[in-house]
């Protein structure tokens, strides 16, 4: 169940170097904000581009990179949420307009730029969560799809539709549809360019979670919430290094993944957390684990 008695500190603008930015009321594109309370541990990017439906333009893009690259270090971060501050739109892919006036050299350039941030988002150290309240459309989709977890309102509509418009994925959709789905049905997706609803997506296990859409538009995020807050007490670098272990692991032979369990577990053996862990049960209480 939802904790309704947490702490909420402002949303934290983050400008681009240089950019005009599309935000709300000519703010950022990307804001952060780190929740308190018992919900400490958990911070979230909040989506604000609503002229474009968080369409993935330049501006975007680079205040995202910088806002990765900032939170990557942080320690206190346990829970990354993905939400957009756009009612309707999670993100509605590529910024199509912005686009049609790049060169066929730029166009290269910058979705080789996406791709890295998929690949930033993937790589993140703690775990990811996406809150799909609405539309998520190819690069949407292959944003969400970098995130460890997915939650989706069973409204929300989403797919790969790059095909419909003449390209095909190019941020990591090709390669993580069907190693999340499978090679078939990820071939079907991409082919045809189909939309899926939420309720959909989750019968093919495309996302963990589907809930009613509420009346505000954020079941999602609450959802996606409720989920951060199950990961909250748990032992945040035996988290992390469960996450290296899985991602890593499933790109080799099971062989060699089994040699990737070995060396994430023995980075968790001189931790404190494992101590406090092992105390615990045999205190019979509930474990205060810090991340050391």
């Known amino acids: 169940m939802l904790r309704v008695l947490c702490l909420l500190r402002p949303w934290r603008p983050l400008r ?3 950019c005009a ?7 950022s594109e990307i804001q952060v ?21 968080n369409a993935l333009g330049n501006v975007f893009v680079s205040e995202l990179l910088e806002t990765l690259a900032q939170l990557r270090e942080d320690r206190q971060v346990r829970v990354l949420l993905f939400r957009s501050g756009v ?4 993100c509605a892919g590529a910024d199509l307009k912005e686009r049609e006036q790049m060169s066929e050299a730029e166009v290269g350039v910058f979705v080789q730029r996406l791709r890295g941030l998929m690949n930033d988002i993937a790589a993140f150290p703690a775990p990811t969560i996406a809150a799909m309240d609405g539309f998520a459309l190819g690069g949407g989709l292959e944003l969400a799809l970098a995130c460890d977890l997915r939650v989706a309102a069973s409204s929300a509509i989403m797919g790969l539709i790059e095909t419909t418009r003449g390209l095909l994925p190019g941020a990591g ?18 082919f045809t360019g189909r939309r899926l609803s939420g309720t959909e997506a989750h019968a093919l296990g495309l996302v963990n979670h589907a809930v009613a859409q509420n ?6 995020y609450h959802r996606a919430r409720a989920l951060a807050q199950e990961i909250l007490p748990q032992a945040p670098i035996a988290v992390r290094l469960g996450k290296v272990a899985i991602d890593r692991g499933m790109e080799v032979d099971i062989a ?12 968790n053996i001189p931790t404190r957390d494992r101590l406090e862990g092992m105390a615990a049960f ?7 684990f810090v991340g050391e």
């Not at 069907?178 to 071939?187: D, N, S, T, Y």
């Not at 045999?282 to 205060?288: I, L, M, S, Y």
């Open 21 to 27: 930015s599309d935000g709300a009321a000519g703010g």
């Open 215 to 220: 009346e505000e538009g954020d079941a999602a």
């Open 173 to 190: 959709g090709t390669q993580r549809l069907p190693r999340c789905l499978g090679v078939a049905l990820a071939k079907e997706l991409i």
């Open 87 to 90: 009612k309707g739109v999670f």
């Open 282 to 288: 045999r205190e019979k209480r509930p474990p205060t």
């Open 33 to 53: 904000r780190a929740l308190a309370g018992p919900d400490q541990g958990i911070t979230e990017i909040l989506m604000n581009r609503p002229r474009a439906r």
């Open 256 to 267: 060699s993944g089994m040699a990737i369990e070995g060396m994430c577990y023995a980075q």
């Open 16 to 18: 681009a170097r240089g």
